[in-house]
């Protein structure tokens, strides 16, 4: 009889991922570094146990968006007192923080338990064409 496969945390291998955003849709992208996160594109996935790889994100600020979303796509804080919602266009955003628009959108692709915020910590998003990471990534 057959046994299901289940991966172990010491035999996780990590690999580290190049993506650049210049002209790709967001969501697209977005859908793509989430699933190498995750490690769902692996044979030995396996869901409770977090093998996902790295992912290095350049040219953030050159991302595209599809329709009207630069003026109608909305961004949502609050500070937590009273009077303290703030909102912004996707525009302003990407102006004075554009790693945060990919970083957003790949954390909401991510499943909401435990493993999420140790996902996201493996996501490296940089604005421009410059990293910091050419040896992890073998160049």
């Given amino acids: 009889m057959q046994k299901t496969y ?3 945390s010491s035999e996780i291998k990590r690999e580290w991922h190049l993506v650049d955003a210049k002209d790709k849709v967001l969501g697209r992208i977005c859908t793509d570094i989430a699933t190498k996160l995750i ?19 350049i040219n953030a600020e050159l991302v595209a968006v599809t329709g009207n979303k630069e003026e ?7 500070s937590g007192f009273p009077g303290g919602f703030k909102e912004r266009n996707l525009a302003k955003v990407r102006a004075q923080f554009p790693e945060r628009i ?3 959108a790949v954390k909401n692709m ?13 996501l490296k998003v940089y604005a421009g064409p410059d990293h910091n990471h050419e040896s992890q990534l073998g160049a």
């Avoid at 109608?72 to 609050?78: L, S």
């Fill in 102 to 104: 990919i970083e957003n």
């Fill in 110 to 122: 991510l499943p909401k338990n435990k493993l999420q915020s140790l996902r996201m910590a493996r």
């Fill in 72 to 78: 109608d796509k909305k961004y949502y804080r609050h």
């Fill in 6 to 8: 289940t991966q172990k």
């Fill in 39 to 57: 490690g769902k594109g692996k044979k030995e996935y396996t869901p409770h146990i977090d093998a996902g790889d790295y992912v290095v994100v």
